[in-house]
């Protein structure tokens, strides 16, 4: 089992959709949590730490369970500007980070 | 600029031959990581330095791998002869020293350095 596991899609949503991206993880020691996004032919950059209650940033909103291991990131309103690729990232034993595969997102006009 | 600056942005090189790929962190961070991503793929965990510990080399796919960190600042990741399948780009980033658990550790990645292997 990969440590880090996403949906690759594509997520192909109309322009003002709400869509939810799904992440598990497999090591239960793990307790850093990110959301990064990339876009294409571009560097990784952060979109939001990911908080054992929940947070919310604008259109954007991470969840965290723990018992499941699993991460959930939900955009609401989508634009065409969130078109490109989102990575979940989990700490490895506290040391370094590992990604996920990422999920593409294509919102459409 | 104060970003990770990466160097070359591209090399092609010949099966067989060796090249060093360079990474300038943002200064004053003390975590410097290499990640490779090919065509396609997800980022892969190559290593990681952490100010003056011993770096984590677990994610180094063969022994002709190998990265340095001189001074706790600029890094080096060399590969040894060279095959076609290490044609790849290859991303360092670095972060300021953080803490398990907190929510930070932000990752700040340069543009990467493209890699192909003829």
């Known amino acids: 089992r990969k440590e880090v596991e996403q949906d690759p899609g594509p997520f192909n949503v109309p322009e003002g959709a709400t869509v939810a991206f799904n992440c598990t993880y497999s090591n239960s020691a793990s307790q850093s949590f990110f959301w990064y996004r990339q876009d294409c032919r571009k560097e990784p950059k952060l979109l939001m730490s990911v908080y054992s209650s929940g947070n919310e940033d604008g259109r954007f909103t991470a969840q965290l369970n723990r018992a499941s291991q699993y991460i959930s990131l939900l955009i609401r309103d989508s634009k065409l500007s969130d078109s490109a690729t989102y990575l979940c990232v989990v700490d490895n034993y506290g040391q370094n980070f590992v990604f996920g595969p990422g999920t593409r997102l294509s919102v459409l006009p | 600029g104060a970003g990770v600056s990466q160097s070359p942005s591209n090399k092609v090189t010949e099966k067989g031959k060796d090249v060093e790929l360079r990474c300038d962190p943002i200064s004053g961070h003390t975590a410097l990581y290499w990640y490779r991503q090919s065509l396609g793929q997800g980022l892969e965990f190559l290593i990681y330095f952490q100010g003056n510990s011993a770096p984590d080399k677990s994610g180094l796919p063969s022994d002709r791998f190998s990265a340095e960190r001189t001074g706790g600042s600029v890094s080096t990741l060399t590969i040894q002869r060279t095959q076609q399948e290490d044609s790849a780009v290859y991303l360092c980033?670095?972060?300021?020293?953080?803490?398990?658990?907190?929510?930070?550790?932000?990752?700040?990645f340069g543009e990467g350095s493209r890699l192909t292997v003829l």
């Open positions: 980033a670095s972060s300021s020293t953080w803490l398990a658990g907190s929510g930070t550790g932000e990752l700040f």
